[in-house]
């Protein structure tokens, strides 16, 4: 059977580093409160000439030189993104654009910070349908432009960045030891939308809004529908959390992660965990985490390794792959 194995992987930060420390003199609030809450020491801000699609350009060269592979060698490019920079067209055709790359297709999947595991799964079925033998699949943001910086509850907690992988479509046995992605679990619930949203958008205040959300209530839904939605995408593939070898969640706050890693009884060794240094990045999170263990030699070939992401809507999911 096709299974759609990664090839390579790369990443993007802005020149730019945040420490909490910096948001002295713009909201009240300390080093020790942010890292207390939420794990993060630091985050990346985009600079004027930093955008969705320069960063986003940045990881997939940076994943094609990795890969080995030249835009010539692709015939699809989804990128997973909020903060577009344009309404429209996609900026993925812009990213298509800049990469000199004519043929093939490419467009941008909406689920804020779920959007790379979205993405990885639509990645996946166009591969084994037989639509593309090669997909560039990015996740690339710029959140600190729909941030409201007088709101301390919510500035202090993103930055910007982008990741990407090439996917190709490989044969496989069909067995979980092949490589590439063995099991997936997508939902979303729009009953929660009020709880992490941006208050405009095109259709409505014509504007492109601020980031508005009630934290403690996400809080409060996160580690459980990340078990569920881990719980079922394990049924999928036959196994239990003492299979994997990486635990790669989205990087939101750390405390999410802890208390899903222990519900799960996922060991703290085999956890990546990046929201430290990067903030929430929301759909670069998981690839950015992914490029930082694969570059320190964690992630390897052959490893099983579970991606997991929840973010407004709410939307959630899981992907299970062998590297
Ligand atoms: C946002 C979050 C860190 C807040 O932590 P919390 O323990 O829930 O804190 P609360 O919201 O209850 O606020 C506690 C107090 O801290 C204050 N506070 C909020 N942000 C602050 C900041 N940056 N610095 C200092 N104090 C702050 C609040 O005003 C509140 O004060 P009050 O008690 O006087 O009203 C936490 O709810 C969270 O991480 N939620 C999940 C958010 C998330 O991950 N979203 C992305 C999902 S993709």
């Known amino acids: 059977m096709i299974r759609s194995v ?33 794990g993060i020491r630091q985050r ?16 997939a060269r940076a994943a094609l030189d990795n890969a080995g592979l030249t835009p010539a060698d692709l015939d699809l490019i989804v990128l997973a993104t909020s903060t577009p920079n344009n309404t429209f067209p996609a900026t993925a055709v812009d990213i298509q654009q800049r990469l000199g790359m004519r043929h093939g ?23 084994r349908g037989g639509q593309a033998k090669r997909v560039l699949v990015i996740g690339s943001e710029t959140f600190s432009r729909i941030l409201d910086w007088n709101d301390r ?5 993103f930055g910007d960045g982008a990741g990407a992988i090439v996917m190709e479509a490989g044969e496989g046995a069909g067995t979980i030891a092949d490589r590439g992605v063995l099991a997936a679990s997508l939902r979303s619930d ?8 941006v208050d405009g958008g095109p259709s409505t205040t014509g504007t492109v809004g601020h980031l508005r959300m009630e934290g403690r209530e996400v809080f409060k839904h996160a580690v459980g529908m990340i078990t569920d939605v881990i719980e079922a995408t394990y ?40 929201v ?22 964690r992630i390897k070939k052959g490893d099983l390794v579970l991606l997991e992401a929840m973010g407004g809507g709410f939307t959630w999911g899981a992907v299970l792959l062998r590297w």
């Open 276 to 297: 430290d240094r990067h903030g929430n990045t929301s759909a670069a999170s998981v690839p950015l985490a992914l490029a930082v263990a694969v570059a320190d030699g």
């Open 105 to 127: 297709f490419a467009f941008d999947m909406q689920a804020v910070c779920s959007g790379f595991v979205y993405a990885v799964t639509a990645a996946d079925l166009y591969l």
């Open 235 to 274: 049924a999928q593939a036959g196994i239990t959390s003492a299979d994997l070898d990486w635990f790669v969640p989205h990087q939101a706050n750390k405390r999410i992660i802890d208390a899903s890693a222990r519900k799960l009884g996922i060991a703290e060794e085999k956890v990546v965990v990046t």
């Open 153 to 157: 509850s919510t500035c202090v907690l």
């Open 44 to 59: 990346h801000i985009a600079a004027d000439d930093e955008t969705t699609a320069s960063l986003g350009e940045a990881a």
């Open 6 to 38: 990664v090839r390579g992987i790369g990443s993007a930060l802005p020149r730019r580093i945040m420490k909490n420390t910096d948001f002295e003199g713009v909201v009240e609030t300390s080093d020790e409160w942010i890292v207390q809450r939420t």
């Open 190 to 197: 729009g009953t929660h939308k009020e709880k992490l949203y």
